[in-house]
């Protein structure tokens, strides 16, 4: 049912933590679950981001696209981590079952969230982020349940 990829993330999760003053911190859940994901960016003065660690109170996939989302956020720029989708983030995971892809949306929306949040902290805009919901659950399509 699972990749090899998702099952390896899962187990072994990289990037578990929490970053002390973090530059972005960004918290989602999705109340139809109840599965909650928070996401810690450390980003240096040239908008790269050095460092994300995450903490997921959530199923295995919700760890495992966590796990690799901060894997393929590190070292990027800010517009780079933005385009980053949980399309890509499954993708890299070598896909999940359909009933799993809106887990996969946690990740993508936790990091618009800590992006809004170092955003808001620096008084700065970044273009094409909207303001992140904190509760996806609303926005999920019925049928990936
Ligand atoms: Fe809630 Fe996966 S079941 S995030």
Redesign the pocket.
Same mark, same amino acid.
């Given at each position: 049912m699972y990749s090899e990829k998702v099952m390896d993330h899962f187990q072994n999760p990289r990037n578990v933590g929490e970053i002390e003053n973090a530059s972005g911190v960004g918290t989602v859940g999705?109340a139809? &679950?109840?599965?909650i994901m928070r996401i810690y960016l450390d980003i240096d003065e040239n908008n790269i981001i050095n460092d994300c660690k995450f903490k997921t109170f959530? &199923?295995g $996939? $919700?760890v495992a696209t966590s796990s690799m989302a901060t894997e393929l956020v590190k070292g990027k720029s800010i517009n780079e981590a933005l385009e980053i989708t949980n399309k890509a983030v499954m993708e890299a995971l070598d896909g999940l079952p359909p009933i799993?892809v809106? &887990?996969s949306l946690?990740a993508e929306e936790a990091i618009h969230a800590a992006l809004w949040d170092y955003a808001e902290k620096n008084d700065i805009k970044i273009e094409g982020l909207t303001k992140p919901k904190s509760d996806i659950g609303e926005t999920v399509e019925e049928e990936n349940y």
């Open positions: 999705n139809k &679950c109840g599965d959530g &199923c $996939a $919700a799993k809106h &887990c946690l």
